[in-house]
């Protein structure tokens, strides 16, 4: 039996993950065997390689508990605009990626967000005509669930001002009722279904550069939230190839042909290769806040005449809850809006879901108050995303309003009740690095320390809650908590080795914490050295 010792200078230890000094694990055959002080493990299994991180933290293995596989890696190959503090900046981006561009071909980017911008006014297709004229350009924003085209991408969309908004999205128009190039939720399906889709080989090497990129940063696991049929073969054959670093557990997306095809004839897939798991559906129940397509219960306070959009139709819910009952698969449905929340609670309701089949509400982001103990009592797990609100509140109270604005991004309020709390970044949406999360999550500050004391301080949560979202209850919400989530005899040697001691860190340097190692199943996937 080949035999590995793990030395820590911290380790977080049993189902508590207690910080023990100068302990040590044992693993072989990717489980973990023994935990206890260095020089009994050592003295016990005087064979045994060794691998010295005495001067780390040995965490259990992280996961991201709501991610995009795919869109990070798309996200790593085409045009970045994330951060950028002005529409120029950006257009500059795409004039430079088009100059060296075969004729014709699209241009595509992720990232903008126009709260982050003078007047905070969504952007139009005009600076991008001038810029690029020749090659068709579309433009996600930040959250995924906005996009600004030129006039070239719309027109190959066959897009103009009598193209009436679809259910579920908004076209934007100026005052003559033209479109200006940007589109909302499921109005982006109008030019995303004119992009040309990628090759096999190339969404496979763009899931390989994602997969290592989460390694490189501490991540084990995630979660991919709405994975299509050909990403799922890419992983299985990268898992095929011994080629695939990290676990994932995959929701599939909305469409008719996947879910037919996965939950009425093939079932459940559980642990394909040690690697890949699908056993649930992502639903979307509304848009996203920052584009005002969140559905709520009341107008944005900043755009009376707006409620949001639901981009699902109630029943629809209820009856792909109804069949992945039937079927044993989980379902996960994004809700940002309290109105959406509460659609989807009603929804989960009518079609007989028990609290052990473990339905989750992705986001939860702004929850009316007699939700959360709803939400409890029916066992819905609630999986939301620190950074989020860190990066959303120098504008949140605007769209919510001073009272409703309490019920948003309310971790501790959701502990309180009783409900789960798996948590994760949304990446690309957020950065991968899930110690930003955990730092979000105990200071509710950005990383300039700002506001001082913390947004909504109340709703802060400890290290060992914030650890435990990134750990135990990531791993609760995918059926895994008797396989992962602690350092326990018995579990999968999957950890996530930090530099120095973590649980010595200052709160406000927690999102410094460098990544020593990330280890998955006893095998180091990523070192630092």
């Known amino acids: 039996m080949n035999e590995t010792i793990f030395i820590g200078g911290t380790v977080a230890t049993g189902a508590e993950q207690t910080p023990q000094h100068k302990y040590a694990v044992l693993?072989?055959?990717?489980?973990?065997?023994?935990?206890?002080?260095?020089?009994?493990?050592?003295?016990?299994?005087?064979?045994?390689?060794?691998?010295?991180?005495?001067?780390?933290?040995?965490?259990?293995?992280?996961?991201?508990?709501?991610?995009?596989?795919?869109?990070?890696?798309?996200s790593l190959d085409t045009v970045n605009i994330v951060g950028?503090?002005?529409?120029?900046?950006?257009?500059?981006?795409?004039?430079?990626?088009?100059?060296?561009?075969?004729?014709?071909?699209?241009?595509?980017?992720?990232?903008?967000?126009q709260n982050r911008w003078p007047g905070k006014q969504f952007p139009t297709a005009a600076p991008l005509d001038a810029a690029v004229p020749d090659h068709p350009v579309w433009l996600r924003r930040i959250d995924g669930h906005a996009g600004v085209a030129n006039s070239v991408a719309m027109r190959a969309a066959g897009i103009t001002a009598a193209t009436p908004d679809p259910e579920g999205g908004r076209i934007i128009r100026d005052s003559a009722g033209n479109p200006t190039g940007v589109f909302v939720d499921e109005a982006m399906n109008l030019v995303d279904s004119k992009v040309p889709p990628p090759s096999f080989e190339l969404r496979k090497s763009r899931v390989l550069a994602a997969a290592k990129q989460i390694a490189a940063n501490g991540l084990?696991?995630?979660?991919?939230?709405?994975?299509?049929?050909?990403?799922?073969?890419?992983?299985?054959?990268l898992i095929d190839e011994k080629n695939f670093p990290i676990r994932v557990y995959v929701m599939l997306a909305d469409e008719e042909k996947l879910i037919d095809e996965?939950?009425?004839?093939?079932?459940?897939?559980?642990?394909?290769?040690?690697?890949?798991?699908?056993?649930?559906?992502?639903?979307y129940a509304d848009g996203a806040l920052g584009s005002r397509g969140a559905a709520l219960l009341a107008p944005y306070s900043d755009e009376p005449g707006n409620s949001g959009l639901l981009v699902s139709h109630p029943a629809h819910l209820v009856k792909i809850a109804e069949t992945a009952r039937r079927h044993g698969f989980q379902v996960c449905t994004h809700a940002i809006g309290d109105r959406a929340v509460r659609e989807v609670i009603d929804a989960y309701e009518s079609a007989g879901v028990k609290p052990e089949e473990r339905f989750r509400i992705e986001h939860f982001q702004v929850v009316a108050p007699p939700d959360f103990a709803r939400t409890a009592r029916d066992g819905?797990?609630?999986?939301?995303?620190?950074?989020?609100?860190?990066?959303?509140?120098?504008w949140a109270e605007a769209r919510l309003g001073p009272e409703r604005v309490r019920g948003a991004y309310a971790w501790r309020t959701v502990l309180n009740s009783g409900a789960r709390l798996p948590l994760g970044s949304d990446f690309p949406v957020e950065f991968v690095n899930p110690f930003f999360g955990i730092y979000s999550a105990v200071t509710r500050q950005d990383q300039t320390g700002n506001p001082p004391g913390g947004w909504f301080p109340d709703q802060r949560l400890s290290l060992t809650e914030a650890v435990r979202g990134f750990t135990s209850d990531a791993a609760y919400a995918a059926f895994e908590e008797k396989s992962r989530g602690t350092i326990e005899?018995?579990?999968?040697?999957?950890?996530?080795?930090?530099?120095?001691?973590?649980y010595a860190m200052p709160a406000s340097d927690l999102f410094k914490a460098r990544v020593q190692a990330t280890v998955v199943g006893g095998e180091v996937v990523y070192s630092a050295q």
């Open 262 to 283: 996965w939950l009425t004839r093939r079932g459940p897939l559980v642990d394909y290769g040690g690697r890949l798991t699908v056993r649930a559906v992502k639903l």
């Open 380 to 394: 819905i797990i609630a999986s939301m995303q620190p950074t989020h609100a860190t990066s959303d509140m120098p």
């Open 489 to 502: 005899p018995g579990k999968l040697a999957d950890f996530t080795i930090v530099q120095g001691d973590f």
């Open 220 to 237: 084990t696991e995630m979660h991919d939230a709405g994975a299509d049929g050909e990403t799922i073969r890419a992983i299985q054959q």
């Open 27 to 74: 693993v072989s055959d990717g489980l973990i065997r023994e935990v206890g002080p260095i020089d009994t493990i050592r003295a016990a299994h005087p064979s045994a390689r060794i691998v010295d991180a005495s001067t780390a933290t040995i965490l259990p293995g992280l996961t991201d508990a709501h991610a995009h596989l795919y869109g990070l890696g798309l």
């Open 84 to 113: 950028l503090n002005t529409y120029d900046e950006a257009v500059a981006r795409v004039k430079e990626r088009a100059s060296r561009a075969p004729a014709g071909e699209w241009i595509l980017g992720r990232g903008w967000d």
